[in-house]
C-alpha cells in the first residue's frame, strides 16, 4: 500500500492520550526498570499519566516503545503490551462500547472514536462477506522498526478485550500482517489461535459474522443513547496541540503558583530560551499564551470542583488579588469567574488576537 504523505510536524501533534504508554511502562517496570528513566527527556513524567487531558505524540511514544524494547529484552513487546490491555484502558470510549448491543456495534463505536481511545495507528472495520467481518488496521507513519509493535498491539488489545466482552472461547478467523515472519512468530499463533498469514498485501484480522451480532451482557437499550449522547459530548475533538507545548504545559501545571522564567523550562527539556522562543513563534503562540492557557484550565478546574474562595483561587493561579484575577479570566473566555460557579458552561481559551494581554502578575 503507497505511503500517504504528511506534514513533517504531524508527527509531533500531542493527540491521542497516552494510553499505550501507560501499559508499556508498567510491563518494563514490572522487570526491574526505572519509568522515570523511560520517560527522561521526552517531555512527560511518569505522575503527567494520571492526568485524564494529558496527551502525546507519535514521536514521544515511538521514542519511549525503542527504548522500552531495549529494556525490556523480549521481541514480542508489542504482544505483551497489547494483551495487557482492558476495556477500562480506552477510557471513554471504553464506557460507550460497554453500552453497546454487539460486539460488532462496540468496536464500530471505538473506532469512531480510535483517537480519543489512544490508538497510534488508523483503524476499519467491514463487511467481507455474508460469514466475515474485517478490521484492517495501518501505521499512521512510515516506520518499518516500530510497525510490528504498533500493529501486534492493536489486534492482541482488541481480541482481549473481545474475550473480556464475550467470553474468552472468542477467537479470529486469520490474521494476516504485511510484514515479513518474526523469529518469535509463533507467540501469534499461541495468542490469537487461528492461522496467521506474514507478507500479505494489508494487515488485516478476520472474524466470523456471528461474533459480530454477539450480544453484550452490559448493554442496556434503556441508557444506551442517553449515555452515549454524553460520552459523545465530551469526546468532542479538540485541536491537536503540538508535542513541544504539551511539554511547556505539563512543566507549568506544576508550578502555575509562581510561573517560571522560560529559561528555567528550557533547561528542563533540554532547549535554549531562544530555541524555545523561536519553536513557539513557528507554532503561532507564545509562552505567555501557554501560561494563560494552563492558568485558565486550573482556575475552571477550582471554580468547578471546590469551594475555595476567589482570592484563594487568585493566588493558586499566580495573581496577587483577586480583582486582576477577575479580569483576567473575562480575557481569558468572556466570562466572569461567578458565572462558571453559578452552572455556566466553560467557554474555550478566546483566541490571542481577540484577548490581547493576559493581565497576570508575573512576566513571562
Known sequence: ???????????????????????????????????????????????????????????????????????????????????????????LPGLGMLTCATLGEAFQYLIKYQRAAGALTTNEMSILDEHHFVTEVNTRFHDPELEPFFIEEIFVSGVEVSRAMVGSHFRPARLELRYPRPEYAAAYSEYFRCPVVFNAPMNRLICDMAWYHCPLPTHDRYMQDSLQAQIDELLEQETPRNDLVESIMNELRGSIDEVPALARIGEALNLSERTLRRRLAELDTSYQRLVDQVRYECALDLLKRSDMPLIDIAMATGFTDARNFRRAFKRWCGMLPNQIRQGAPAPRLIPMERAGSSGSQTAV
Request: charged share 20%; aromatic share 6%; proline share 8%.
Open 1 to 91: 500500500m503507497p505511503l500517504k504523505p504528511h506534514h513533517p510536524d504531524a508527527e509531533a501533534a500531542a493527540d491521542v492520550p497516552p494510553h499505550v504508554i501507560r501499559q508499556v511502562l508498567q510491563l518494563v517496570a514490572s522487570r526491574g526498570h526505572s519509568a522515570e528513566r523511560l520517560c527522561k527527556g521526552l517531555g512527560f513524567t511518569p505522575e503527567n499519566l494520571c492526568d485524564a487531558n494529558f496527551r502525546v505524540s507519535y514521536r514521544q511514544t515511538s521514542l519511549l516503545v525503542r527504548r522500552a524494547m531495549q529494556r525490556w529484552g523480549d521481541p514480542a513487546i508489542g504482544i505483551a503490551t497489547g494483551a495487557r490491555q482492558t476495556v477500562v484502558c480506552f477510557g
